[in-house]
């Protein structure tokens, strides 16, 4: 018998997303904010999985109290901020459990043609996070958020004229610069649990090596470091670039030439089969890499341990 495939629900529009959560209807067709009449805090759960066709910006005042990440717990646990992008499947269990959205701000893309956030806001990483990876605010935080919540909602709800997409779009991107740097400053307070999943990377990479994984699979992708470890690449990527400066791909390169210095000045491997062995389809590929990272070619380096 065959497994029932459960289709998401889609959200076609602003207007069908607020009927679905029992509200008036926007003022704009392309932007709205849920729940926040009054600062009312309603429940905004729908009872399967879905996909918004609009970007969607949630504070809730609890998230599910302490929430687990890997070994330890967030930092807060008074609320937070959930970010979702076009396209983007989001779980229906994400939203129950007896999380209430305060402020929910939903946004169609086009709200943003001919402005420059419209490419901008595709920069930011967080809107590829996992719901378990949710921007904890401390007490200061969250009242920075609100007031901005609150100028939009003021906004939208006012007589639209000339200026209101202006003013609108000015105070998303402040939105989404606080919360820039308000992930910046979890990474930092969290750098227990940063370090701890540092340190689960570097055993997961050194497994993959050591059980010469790369010939079968090749080089080890983020996607499949990030699965192992549990939490999105684009966090994984913002965390360590956090940490050291670089991103996960970077960091998976660094591995590559760590392991390939390793090989070419303690074994006799020609330069194709240790490039083979480290997971490149092409030689040529593993030549031009360990030259733009150590300014000399496989070759020359291993001269120069002889």
């Known amino acids: ?48 999985t879905h996909v918004l066709n609009f970007y969607k910006i949630s504070y809730k005042p609890r998230l599910s109290g302490r929430v687990k990440y890997g070994q330890d717990y967030y930092d807060f646990d008074e609320g937070g901020l959930l ?29 943003f043609l001919s402005y420059p956030l419209a490419k901008k806001i595709k920069q930011y990483g967080f809107f590829s996070y996992s719901a378990n990876e949710a921007l904890h605010l401390s007490d200061r935080e969250k009242h920075t958020i609100i007031s901005i919540f609150e100028i939009i909602e003021e906004e939208l709800n006012s007589r639209l ?56 699979q090749g080089i080890p992708t983020v996607q499949h470091l990030a699965g192992r470890l549990h939490i999105s690449p684009s966090y994984l990527s913002d965390m360590l670039r956090s940490l ?33 062995g480290l997971g490149f389809e092409h030689p040529q590929s593993f030549s031009k890499l360990f030259k733009t990272k150590t300014s000399v070619s496989p070759v020359e380096f291993r001269r120069s341990f002889n």
Do not use: W
Not at 83 to 111: C, M, R, W
């Open 1 to 48: 018998m065959k497994k029932e495939v459960t289709v998401p629900y889609s959200f076609t529009s602003l207007t069908v997303a607020a009927r679905t959560y029992g509200l008036p209807e926007p003022n704009h067709p392309l932007i709205t904010i849920l729940g926040a009449e009054s600062n009312a805090i309603v429940e905004l759960g729908v009872p399967q």
């Open 83 to 111: 970010f979702a992008a076009p396209g983007q499947i989001i779980g229906a269990d994400e939203n129950h459990g007896g999380v209430y959205s305060q402020y929910t701000l939903l946004i169609h893309p086009d709200f």
């Open 161 to 216: 004229d000339d200026f209101s997409q202006d003013v609108v779009i000015s105070q998303i991107e402040l939105l989404l610069n606080y919360a820039n740097r308000f992930y910046k400053r979890q990474f930092i307070t969290r750098k227990a649990v940063s370090n701890s999943l540092l340190q689960n990377l570097e055993e997961v990479l050194a497994e993959y090596f050591n059980n010469e994984k790369p010939q079968g």
């Open 244 to 276: 050291t400066g670089q991103n996960a791909q970077q960091h998976i390169h660094n591995k590559l030439i760590e392991k390939a210095k390793e090989k070419l000045s303690s074994t006799e491997m020609s330069v194709s089969e240790i490039a083979y």
